[in-house]
């Protein structure tokens, strides 16, 4: 009996092409668009997920203050107030599992014929551990390399191309400011940066040997920033706490007066850049089930016209013998196809719309079985909920006026 | 036990102007078997007591019990299993599903029955080729002509093997000649042994019935039975 009705569905979808393709079109114009922009916006999430996975979680940033020269103020990180016995003091309180003090500028690399300005990490090999960043190739510089500033330098994916070309740079030397410089190994590529950076275009090598040879730091020991790394989330607070303490005693800095550093965290910022794609996305699927609904509306619109234009249909189904349950399944059944079938090309539309937005604009599109079943099932539903009242209109009708409608 | 037994039927409608009353304490009685012609001018109310005896519509006061049931007692599932399996309709207009083929036409009692498939096919096929039109089955309503449609249409009403077949002005829109098949058609199914009960406005295919009953203002006025096979043989010798 079942597929009996289905096939009388199919035949009334059929009996008027047009308006069955229109009423479709609201469902797959409703479930492309859901489709396309949760692609989209999860898309967007997992990009801002895997840029702060790139960063490195629980971190925060020691900047050391700003200094005043002649009544100017200088920006953070211009004093050197912070350094390396600041970052071992750091590493030795509670929760913290990682310290990186850093030391940056750019320099010009050469190598062979070709040359490429770039900017210069100088840090401890930890630095790698908070950023979870790996070697492609090669070794990371020691502990030892740093106590004697020894020559060496990892260098970034950019930076291996545009000065090495096809070359396998390990082993090489390169020159930096005048220095020659043993290549030690090649970083991971790590790609752009939550502001759009390419971080890989770097090159990493021990912190001694950047202040010496490259950076020309006025005092000894002295660094721009230090990276800390916590245990976990939850112990961000109270190092972030136990930091400002530290350095405060450490700096004299007595109750009351200006910090000669500043701690940021990162993971703070990361989380609101994550925040507020989850918010973008979230509307934009809000947005696109606004036309769901306008296509619900339409299957209600047809399936009224429907039910009034087939009247004397169903005053005769009544009179051989349908009860109102068959004549509220018939019709609830056809729109429940019109919804399934618009809703499955609207998935097709929405996969192949998301597929191109990949490829003309390089974004990243995330096309989830979740999301897919979530337009699914609400489609299903629009179909079951706006066909439902124009069905029990049908199935209520009096047989006689029916079978007397015109 | 009667096929149909009618007691002090009444029916009233409510309008604008107030209540009208259709039918007023009809009795009417009817054996299995018998073939019955129900004539009266236009609003004497014969189609509603068709109506009611369809169960499509239920009297304002009296008893109607069809087939030792009492209809008042029955719920709208119910009431559609009787339309579905103890009575069959023949309209005026027909009333075939246009877009759908005379197989399926025939056949459609039977999906509401839940009758599988292969018998509604068989069973549906079989009656198309009794009324004779055992080569159209895959046609369309609108590819023949008013009588063969009428034919499709108790082919319909007997696919369940009703025990009562209901027929209101079933010639109404058909020639002579068509009008006189139809009814040596209704004859032949009335000595199978099944119940008719007609309405009609003419009196030459009221003589078909073995029972003639009029309808004036609500009321029965006139009920006689004729000798049926008399009146069939005269017709045909004046055909």
């Known amino acids: 009996m079942f597929s009996a009705m289905l096939g009388e569905a199919w035949r009334a979808m059929g009996a008027n092409r047009l308006r069955t393709f229109l009423t479709m079109l609201g469902m797959m114009i409703g479930v492309g668009s859901v489709v396309l922009m949760m692609a989209v916006g999860q898309g967007a999430q997992a990009s801002v997920k895997q840029s702060i996975n790139a960063m490195g979680s629980n971190l925060f940033i020691v900047l050391s203050g700003s200094f005043t020269a002649s009544g100017a103020r200088s920006g953070s990180g211009s004093s050197s107030s912070l350094n390396v016995n600041d970052a071992n003091a ?136 230090i990276m800390v790394q916590a245990n976990t989330p939850e112990l961000m607070p109270m190092v ?111 996969i192949t719309g998301a597929m191109l937005v990949n490829k003309i604009t390089q974004a990243t599109v995330v096309i989830s079985g979740e999301s897919v079943m979530i337009a699914f099932a609400v489609a299903a539903s629009v179909g079951i909920f706006f066909g439902f009242y124009p069905a029990r209109k049908a199935a209520r009708m009096n047989p006689i006026e029916a079978l007397r409608f015109q | 036990m009667s096929l149909v037994l009618v007691q002090d039927l009444h029916k009233d409608y409510q309008t604008a102007a107030g209540a009208i009353t259709v039918l007023k304490q009809v009795n009417f009685t009817m054996d299995a078997g018998d073939f019955v012609a129900i004539m009266g001018p236009s609003g004497s109310g014969k189609s509603t007591f068709m109506n009611i005896l369809g169960c499509l519509d239920k009297p304002t006061s009296g008893q109607y019990m069809l087939d030792g049931h009492h209809v008042a007692e029955l719920d709208g599932n119910a009431l559609a299993r009787i339309r579905n399996q103890t009575i069959g309709f023949v309209f005026q207009g027909f009333n075939l599903l246009s877009r759908t083929t005379l197989l399926d036409n025939v056949a459609l009692p039977l999906v509401y029955a839940g009758v599988s498939r292969d018998e509604r096919q068989s069973r549906a096929k079989a009656l198309l080729e009794k009324v004779g039109l055992g080569q159209y089955i895959y046609s369309l309503p609108n590819q023949i002509s008013g009588g063969q449609q009428q034919r499709v249409a108790i082919a319909r009403a007997l696919v369940n093997r009703p025990r009562l ?53 609500g009321r029965i006025v006139h009920d006689e039975r004729s000798q049926s096979s008399l009146n069939v043989t005269q017709i045909e010798e004046v055909s």
């Open chain 2, 165 to 217: 077949i209901l027929a209101d002005e079933p010639t109404g829109n058909l020639d002579s000649v068509t009008s006189e098949e139809i009814m040596t058609l209704f004859s032949e199914l009335n000595t199978e042994g099944i119940s008719i009960v007609l309405v009609t406005h003419e009196s030459d295919i009221a003589a078909h019935a073995s029972r003639q009953i009029r309808f004036l203002d």
């Open chain 1, 240 to 350: 972030e706490q136990n930091i400002n303490g530290l350095l405060n005693q450490r700096h004299n800095i007595r109750e009351g007066s200006d910090s000669d550093f500043f701690v940021r965290n990162l993971t703070a910022v990361a989380n609101s850049a994550a925040e507020t794609t989850r918010t973008m996305s979230l509307l934009l699927g809000a947005i696109a089930s606004v036309s769901l609904l306008v296509g619900g509306i339409g299957i209600m619109n047809i399936m009224l016209v429907s039910v009034t234009e087939r009247t004397r249909e169903i005053g005769i189904r009544m009179a051989i013998g349908a009860r109102e349950r068959d004549i509220l399944l018939q019709f609830l059944l056809e729109a429940i196809v019109i919804s399934i079938i618009g809703c499955l090309i609207g998935l097709f539309i929405g």
């Open chain 1, 90 to 225: 750091i590493s030795e309180l509670d929760g913290v599992s990682n310290v990186a003090p850093i030391s940056m500028g750019n320099a010009q690399v050469v190598y062979g014929n070709n040359n490429w300005s770039t900017s210069i990490i100088g840090t401890t090999p930890s630095y790698l551990d908070i950023r979870v960043w790996d070697l492609e190739d090669g070794y990371v510089f020691s502990e030892s390399d740093i106590r004697s500033a020894t020559r060496v330098a990892l260098v970034g994916k950019t930076v291996v191309e545009n000065i090495f070309g096809d070359v396998n740079p390990i082993g090489k030397t390169i020159r930096i400011k005048q220095n020659p410089f043993m290549v030690l190994g090649v970083l991971k590529g790590k790609g752009q940066s939550l502001d759009g950076r390419d971080q890989d275009d770097t090159i990493i090598m021990p912190l001694t040997t950047a202040q010496r040879k490259i950076l020309g730091n006025q005092f000894s020991g002295s660094v721009r920033q």
